[in-house]
């Protein structure tokens, strides 16, 4: 049973593009949560997501940032227009019922900004 | 709203000495309680975890925490530091009962273990 698979591991962006990070959560996993890790800090919440619906989107920047879970398909973090702030790792993390009994995390994605 | 706090963002220990990382959260309703491990480039792994019952949890790795209502803590330790016990620690919480309550983390506490 393969655990969260996030991809891709690295990412390089210039300033400007867009970027596309995908999560693919455990079987069976319904839940889908995004975190953020900047440099030296802890994980910062940003989504929370079940299938074709965003549940809770709080940790959301307001512009710039989207996510998506389709019906079929991994969940994607898609930020456009990146700046050099948006450096950081995310992590996606998924559970069966909800983050009650704990999240099963991805590896990450480490996205630069050039 | 529920928060957490790590003391102390890094804490270094020898080889074989007790191992004690501090968390205090703060929750308005009936929390869950987690500790997480994150080794260099990798992703979170979770140690152990308390929801209801005995307050005192084992985990993996010959790790620990007492869940402590009174004094909102939830400190982590283990008896005797090993060289691969080198990693960052994370305390988290949720609301319980809540179904997809969001965990919220505390800033981390970076252990070093000295030979």
């Known amino acids: 049973n393969a655990g969260v698979m996030q991809n891709p591991r690295h990412l390089v962006r210039r300033r400007g593009q867009e970027a596309r990070l995908r999560c693919s959560p455990m079987k069976g996993h319904s839940h889908v949560y995004w975190y953020r890790q900047l440099p030296e800090e802890g994980l910062k919440f940003m989504v929370y997501l079940q299938k074709e619906n965003i549940i809770d989107e709080s940790g959301m920047p307001k512009e710039r940032f989207s996510a998506e879970f389709p019906k079929e398909g991994p969940s994607i973090l898609r930020i456009q227009q990146v700046v050099r702030g948006d450096s950081a790792a995310y992590f996606c993390?998924?559970?069966?019922?909800?983050?009650?009994?704990?999240?099963?995390f991805g590896s990450g994605t480490r996205l630069t900004v050039v | 709203a529920q928060s957490v706090t790590q003391l102390g963002s890094h804490v270094s220990v020898s080889e074989g000495a007790l191992v004690l990382l501090r968390c205090n959260y703060s929750s308005s309703v009936p929390p869950y309680l987690f500790w997480y491990v994150q080794y260099p480039n990798q992703g979170l792994q979770l140690l152990l975890k308390?929801?209801?019952?005995?307050?005192l949890v084992k985990g993996i790795n010959g790790f620990e925490a007492e869940f402590k209502k009174s004094e909102t803590s939830f400190h982590l330790t283990k008896p005797s530091a090993h060289m691969s016990d080198a990693a960052e620690y994370f305390c988290?919480?949720?609301?319980?009962?809540?179904?997809?309550?969001?965990?919220?983390f505390g800033e981390g506490t970076q252990l070093t273990v000295n030979p």
């Open positions: 308390y929801t209801t019952g005995a307050t």
């Open positions: 993390a998924s559970s069966p019922t909800g983050a009650n009994y704990g999240y099963t």
């Open positions: 988290a919480v949720s609301e319980a009962e809540t179904s997809g309550s969001r965990l919220t």
